[in-house]
DNA sequence: ACCTGAACACCGTTCAAGT
DNA sequence: ACCTGAACACCGTTCAAGT
């Protein structure tokens, strides 16, 4: 039907359904995490949604390690994509803005798969993508006047914030009743500072009860404390 | 044998093994972990080394959940002890030394346990210990000067670090063989940056290619830097 | 070359039964 | 009250076999 000469090809024939990529493997799997939560992402159940059995994706990844590799740079590449590439221009004395929009970009992306940073966090190589991200922003800092050693220490201290996501050891469960007088005073004798910081805050502005801790909010905090930081080191 | 009048106590023979214990199972299963890592920590291997059957283990923990949330709590316990309590005293002028030596206990550790903050990343409830350990905390910024909302957006922005540990995901690998300049100039053209900071360090000093990222510099780096940023914002 | 079915060695967990 | 054996519904992965 096609003009494929596909009796002379290699190239086996499209048939009724695109033939399995590495690619497809991992843009498959992201999709499913986003539906249905990265539990879901099961070899079998991956496979499932490409139409085909468990066992035919072992003839693209070696095992399911290598998909989560595959997902994580997929992720990354989307951070690529989202920044319409990784090349950019800093100088001295624009590193810190640069830096900082790169960041919160990358953060744009990993809150539409929020699954990903718990994926990430359990890799021990580091993809080709990931690679190149850190190059650039290494590049970034270089441009702006770091010397190799303190860009280097400056690349360990923003850690997993430089891909847009930081654990965050301090969230007060908002589905708590911390409304209630008497819970507080049972809490405030265990918990003096976190209670009276509650109350005071609840005080302040009793309408920031329910989730009164602003991601958004506390995540450029801490990513500018770290500019602060950096930026006297740097001698500014 | 023993002057135990148990047969009119309601407690229980101890017998030939002392009574499973919700104790016993979360100090079994932190373990169970340091000796064979936490991919080992399954029901069935915690009954065996309990010399019990894994369905036993249910009439103490609720699931594998609780389970977990137990060892995390057993562990934030463990930095309790090291500190010898959690309270201390604080004023004005040594907040920053409490603070950072408090940080970096609780980092030895979690040195001793290297698959915790996996584990505490995969958590979502706070358990008791650790909301005790985040109160004495916010009470060393409060006694140091600290606004509650200049100390909310802190315990925010110290995050994981607060408990010892955060994630790098700057950590080139010391098996690559970056050793080989043929390897290093193929690097060269995706990875500018990273080659040459590499190529530098390694001329200023060849003994450094293993290892050379000091895993403790780095985090103490981070730390400096973050309380660099938080004094400042403090007025100091 | 690519895909499959059956099977293996594990999981967490439920249930009915033992003492 | 506490523990158990058998079973269920899953996993990732191997293997021999199909086309």
Redesign the pocket.
């Known amino acids: 039907m096609v003009s494929n000469t596909m009796d002379q090809l ?1 190239e ?1 024939d499209p048939g009724q ?1 695109p ?2 990529s590495r690619e497809r493997l991992f843009q498959a799997a992201i999709d499913l995490a986003d539906r249905r939560g990265i ?9 499932a949604d490409l ?17 989560l590799d595959g997902v994580v740079d997929g992720v990354v590449a989307d951070i690529e994509t989202e920044l319409g590439g990784f090349d950019v221009v800093a100088d001295a004395h624009s590193w810190r803005k640069v830096l900082r929009d790169r960041i919160l970009t990358a953060r744009r992306v990993m809150l539409r798969h929020p699954w990903a940073p718990a994926v990430i966090e359990t890799r021990t190589i580091t993809t080709p993508t990931t690679l190149r991200y850190m190059d650039t922003l290494l590049g970034i800092l270089l441009q702006g006047g770091f010397s190799y050693d303190l860009a280097h220490h400056t690349m360990h201290a923003i850690g997993s914030r430089a891909l847009g996501f930081s654990q965050e050891l301090f969230q007060p469960n908002p589905d708590d009743d911390t409304g209630s007088n008497d819970t507080l005073a049972a809490m405030a004798i265990e918990l003096p500072n976190i209670v009276g910081m509650l109350s005071t805050i609840v005080h302040d502005d009793p309408d920031t009860t329910l989730g009164w801790c602003d991601d958004q909010t506390e995540f450029e905090f801490g990513i500018d404390v770290l500019l602060d930081g950096l930026e006297r080191r740097l001698g500014g």
């Open positions: 290699t086996s359904r033939p399995l539990e879901a992402v099961t070899m079998r159940n991956l496979a139409g085909v059995e468990a066992m035919s994706l072992y003839h693209h990844v070696a095992n399911k390690q290598a998909l």
